[in-house]
């Protein structure tokens, strides 16, 4: 059944391109001859939906995989920071004249290892958990921002796509009303400049219809950007999305932001991280361990002492003197600078974000009031005075000024409708992106 629909949609697209093309000038027949391909070449294609592309996109953008690898990278250094340098391992070989009371000593073994204040390894450890959770709120960052981007784009190809569309459907009626005027001027009661303006007419959408064939290459090469797809590629025409309900006031987007914004997370593990860092410079002036052991073999002496010829060993112990003050404290003062400035970075995310959720609040709000007074009222009343006055003049009770003007009227109407439905539906991604969204089940707007 499919198929059969699909297959009497190109025979009729092929059947309306013939029209065209037989009844416009060879430039506007060119452009609509191209337009129509496009449109038949989408038939073919399976519509696509925003939900895919974003599914596709988490695991194919080349930036989320760069975060995610950056994230996985400094988890790996968690492990790193609080594990013990190396022990050094080491042999002397003595030469002829080194001689004891009991013996010559022929060879010596050592090991030693350093041992770090016990509360310094916690410290790095710490440093570096919240360096990897700030990496992690960076990767979640990206993919949101990313996600953005594809809701943006996709919204902007689906404006286009069905602004392309209600241009044709004018085409259409101005087509109709072309025959119209020819027929009536046939019957001696019309005139001739009737088809000539609803040609002129038809010719001036022409801009309108290059402009969105250009922005909707712009957009389809941008997804397949994101979605790391060949430049080249093409999908079938966009599905509406549906229209977003907001269920929340500002005050509590902004408490939401505060919870689950990941620029704001990543500057408060920054800020812990910037605690640890300042306790571990001031641990500085602890001094560390350093404990080894050591063993000599010694060769046959010449006395008579019972201990001649017996191997030697021993435990070594020592601890470093932090003795040059200057480095600890511009360690310590270096941590505390780092320290204010993360805690002045977590400030500015705070009041970024109250700024953004403010300002796509009120964008959403407008576009969503106005969107129901297109559904409701401008959309409605131009499509029955559209249809009105087309009836009215072919039937010769209205002129032909009036048909122009009602489809002037609908036409504005109908790609305004697009227009703000597009910037709502970017206002409410514009929201879900500034104010953490979707982070934790169960959390919606």
């Known amino acids: 059944m499919e198929k059969t629909t699909v297959r009497c949609r190109i025979i009729r697209k092929l059947m309306m391109l013939g029209v065209l093309v037989a009844g416009l000038s060879t430039p506007a027949a060119e452009l609509w001859a191209q337009t129509e391909a496009m449109q038949l070449q989408e038939v073919s294609l399976d519509p696509v939906r925003l939900e895919d592309f974003i599914r596709e996109a988490s695991e194919s953008n080349p930036e989320i995989l760069a975060a995610k690898n950056r994230w996985e990278a400094a988890r790996r250094q968690i492990v790193q920071a609080w594990s013990l340098p190396d022990p050094v391992a080491g042999i002397d070989v003595m030469g002829e004249m080194t001689e004891t009371r009991v013996g010559p000593q022929d060879n010596r073994m050592m090991v030693s290892q350093e041992i770090p204040f016990p509360l310094k390894l916690w410290k790095r450890r710490q440093a570096a958990k919240e360096n990897a959770a700030a990496a992690y709120e960076e990767y979640r960052a990206v993919e949101r921002e990313v996600r953005y981007r594809l809701q943006s784009a996709f919204y902007g190809l689906y404006e286009a796509d069905t602004s392309i569309r209600v241009i044709q459907d004018i085409h259409d009626v101005l087509k109709k009303a072309e025959g119209t005027a020819q027929s009536l001027y046939a019957k001696g009661e019309g005139s001739q400049r009737d088809a000539a303006k609803a040609q002129v007419e038809t010719s001036m959408t022409l801009e309108q219809l290059y402009e969105l064939q250009v922005r909707q290459e712009s957009f389809a090469a941008e997804i397949n950007m994101l979605l790391n797809r060949d430049p080249l590629e093409r999908f079938g025409a966009p599905v509406k999305p549906e229209?977003?309900?907001?269920?929340?006031?500002?005050?509590?987007?902004?408490?939401?932001?505060?919870?689950?914004?990941?620029?704001?997370?990543?500057?408060?593990?920054?800020?812990?991280?910037?605690?640890?860092?300042?306790?571990?410079?001031?641990?500085?002036?602890?001094?560390?361990?350093?404990?080894?052991?050591?063993?000599?073999?010694?060769?046959s002496g010449m006395t008579e002492d019972p201990e001649d010829g017996k191997n030697s060993w021993m435990f070594p112990l020592a601890v470093n003197i932090p003795l040059w003050q200057p480095r600890v404290i511009a360690m310590i003062q270096e941590a505390e600078n780092e320290l204010r400035a993360a805690m002045a970075d977590e400030q500015s995310a705070e009041n970024q974000a109250a700024y953004e959720i403010r300002a796509a609040f009120a964008r959403y709000s407008a576009a969503s009031r106005i969107t129901t007074l297109y559904e409701t009222a401008i959309i409605p009343q131009a499509e029955v005075a559209l249809r009105s006055d087309q009836a009215g003049y072919e039937a010769g009770k209205t002129d032909f000024l009036n048909l122009l003007d009602s489809e002037r009227v609908y036409l504005n109407a109908n790609l305004g409708y697009a227009k703000i439905y597009t910037e709502m539906l970017r206002g409410f991604a514009e929201l879900q992106r500034v104010s953490g969204f979707g982070r934790t089940e169960g959390d919606g707007l």
């Open 243 to 299: 229209k977003p309900e907001l269920g929340k006031t500002m005050p509590e987007l902004v408490r939401l932001a505060e919870e689950n914004r990941e620029e704001i997370l990543r500057a408060r593990a920054l800020v812990r991280k910037g605690k640890a860092g300042k306790a571990l410079a001031r641990m500085e002036n602890i001094p560390d361990l350093q404990a080894g052991f050591s063993y000599t073999w010694v060769g």
